[in-house]
């Protein structure tokens, strides 16, 4: 039986203390098999960010675990932690985040470079990524050049550069239109069918049915999970149950 890669294990999240305490999760418990996209919905304020976060070890859960990849996240030290987001994890957010100043295979490599690998090296996994997703043609241009869907795939062979097998994507197709949006979401499941783990929160049935599985969180808590591959008529029947 295959293992999971992403393994969250009742995690409570709580901002302040006292009576201004407020409880963002509440006895969040999943796991991500890879090859595995698991999506997260729900209304506004009920948690779905900052499980992303705590899942990718932006934030630290008030209490329970998150293991990647067997190794414990609670454990790591903010030196340790910051290395393996950059080995192992990959983030896509709505707003791109690529640097106006450097070519797409620039800043597909950064995060390589980051780590210490030399430029041309990490060049050529950049480029290598690149020409997996079908981009090489994107290599050399700047993000002025490039359309929103086009800045966005490439922040996708941005988050899975190198030996990444885990990518978090918050509302990455929020900017776009809708065929765009519906390409960019085609990339990352294609991704994730070659075997990387993904999270993916959005508030979009349509984009939530390219996943395997879809989670609702309300108030902090998960309500409902559906099976494999419901149809986008399905999940808003299952979106309005978990109201």
């Known amino acids: 039986m295959t293992e999971p890669h992403v393994v969250i294990s009742d995690v409570s999240r709580v901002h302040g203390a ?31 960010s900052t ?23 609670n454990d790591l030290g903010p030196r340790k ?9 990959g983030f896509v957010f709505q707003d791109y985040n690529l640097i106006p100043s450097l070519t797409a295979a620039e800043n597909v490599g950064l995060p390589l470079e980051l780590d210490g690998t030399r430029a041309r090296r990490a060049r050529r996994e950049a480029r290598h ?19 929103g ?23 990455p197709t929020g900017a776009l239109d809708t ?18 783990a993904g999270l993916l929160v959005t508030h979009e049935a349509r984009h939530a049915a390219w996943a395997d599985r879809v989670v609702f969180l309300r108030d902090g808590v998960i309500v409902d999970t559906t099976g494999m591959r419901e149809s986008p008529e399905d999940l808003l029947a299952a979106e309005e149950a978990a109201r």
């Open 18 to 48: 006292g009576e201004t305490a407020v409880t963002a999760l509440a006895g969040v418990s999943l796991h991500i098999l890879p090859g595995e996209l698991v999506a997260v919905m729900g209304p506004s304020g009920s948690g779905k």
């Open 51 to 73: 499980l992303l976060n705590i899942a990718g070890g932006l934030d630290r859960p008030t209490s329970g675990s998150v293991s990647i990849g067997g190794e414990t996240l």
């Open 81 to 89: 932690l910051a290395r393996l987001r950059r080995r192992r994890m």
């Open 129 to 147: 990524t690149l020409d997996l997703m079908g981009l090489m043609d994107l290599s050399d241009r700047y993000p002025d050049q490039m359309s």
């Open 149 to 171: 869907g086009q800045q966005q795939r490439v922040a996708i062979a941005r988050a899975l550069v190198g030996s990444r097998r885990f990518v978090l994507a918050d509302e």
């Open 179 to 196: 065929h765009t949006g519906e390409e960019v979401l085609r990339v990352l499941r294609e991704r994730c069918d070659e075997g990387v």
